[in-house]
């Protein structure tokens, strides 16, 4: 069975990023969360704070796409609290029909059950690298 701060991330990546449900997840997420995607090469880096802005960020985001697949390849607690997840996506961009494969790597923070910090990395090493997590 998964840490429970394991599954509270992998809950909340399926019910923004494949059901769509934003206040589903927000449940799981402290109001006052910080998305840290400011390294992402992807549209919308930057960093959100607070629902209003994460939620504004995951629709402008899933907008962009006529086609989006992402899964969590691998989802694991690093530290107590501390998850690090690696995605794969697969994607189409709206209008440019462009297709887009992608892998990255996330490291979530997880308080008294909720998100409350997230970064986008763009790889398994550069995450475990910034929190000084080595393989």
Known sequence: MEPATVEIVRRVWELVLQRRDFDAAAEL????????WSDSRAPYGG????H????AMWQHWLEAWDQ???EIVEATEVDAGTVLTVTR????GKG???PVEARGASVWT???????????FQ??????AAFGLGE
């Not at 997420?29 to 840290?36: H, L, M, T």
């Open 96 to 98: 440019s029909g462009v």
């Open 89 to 92: 996506v697969r994607a189409r």
């Open 110 to 120: 997880v308080r008294d059950g909720k998100i409350v910090r997230a970064k986008l």
């Open 47 to 50: 960093v959100y704070r607070g």
């Open 29 to 36: 997420v402290d109001e006052d969360a910080e998305f840290d």
């Open 123 to 128: 790889s398994k090493p550069e995450a475990l």
């Open 68 to 70: 989006w697949e992402t």
């Open 52 to 55: 209003a802005e994460l939620r």
